[in-house]
Antibody
Framework: QVQLVQSGAEVKKPGASVKISCKAS????????IHWVRQAPGQGLEWMGW????????KYSQKLQGRVTFTNDTTARAAYMELSSLRSEDTAVYYC??????WGQGTLVTVSS | EIVMTQSPATLSVSPGERATLSCRAS??????LVWYQQKPGQAPRLLIY???TRATGSPARFSGSGSGTEFTLTISSLQSEDFAVYYC?????????FGQGTKVEIK
């Protein structure tokens, strides 16, 4: 079955960067996009963008453009999300999602001084 | 960007009753809409895609309808495990956008 397994929780200081991994199994990795979605505590869902796991093309939300970078490693069947210049409002659970269908378990990122 | 508006924000329903959740798009999204269910501490789970097609493993009591700008998720007879937050999301255009969610709680 399809599984997306994300890396563990992170605590970062304001201004730092964080990189989260999402390891995929159970399907042909290169034939789907991986989307990234975040959810601040007690809030709704915010789409951050996607990476095409086949050709590496990316699309970023305008709000995060310039601070977020998606990459992938087809050999490792993994996608990565890096967010820089962290601020307190970036505290959230970050999810990777395979094309609106399968979700990772989420990674909590806490930004605090 | 397309704004998705869900109503009501909270729906109080007794087990066994029918629940009807609404989602409206600020412009047409055709039938490119999904519904997710999210329980506390869990990732969202896909229930419906293409506005009306049940995802694998989604119980038959969940049904979706609508196209264009108006969509509905119906839970025919609420079970205890259905009390959760439900989100709609359009995938017709960039950026993808979500509704703010409807919380279905026990009456």
């Amino acid at each position: 079955q399809v599984q997306l397994v994300q890396s563990g929780a992170e605590v970062k200081k304001p201004g730092a960067s964080v990189k989260i991994s999402c390891k995929a199994s159970g399907y042909t990795f290169t034939t789907y996009k991986i989307h990234w979605v975040r959810q601040a505590p007690g809030q709704g869902l915010e789409w951050m963008g996607w990476i095409d796991a086949g050709d590496g093309n990316t699309k970023y939300s305008q709000k995060l453009q310039g601070r977020v970078t998606f990459t992938n490693d087809t050999t490792a069947r993994a996608a990565y999300m890096e967010l820089s210049s962290l601020r307190s409002e970036d505290t959230a659970v970050y999810y990777c999602v395979r094309d609106e269908s399968d979700w990772g378990q989420g990674t909590l990122v806490t930004v605090s001084s | 960007e397309i704004v998705m508006t869900q109503s009501p924000a909270t729906l109080s329903v007794s087990p066994g009753e029918r629940a009807t959740l609404s989602c409206r798009a600020s412009q047409s999204v055709s039938n490119n809409l999904v519904w997710y269910q999210q329980k506390p501490g869990q990732a969202p789970r896909l229930l419906i895609y293409g506005a009306s097609t049940r995802a694998t493993g989604s119980p038959a009591r969940f049904s979706g309808s609508g196209s264009g700008t108006e969509f509905t998720l119906t839970i025919s007879s609420l079970q205890s495990e259905d009390f959760a937050v439900y989100y709609c999301q359009q995938y017709n255009d960039w950026p993808r956008t979500f509704g703010q969610g409807t919380k279905v709680e026990i009456k």
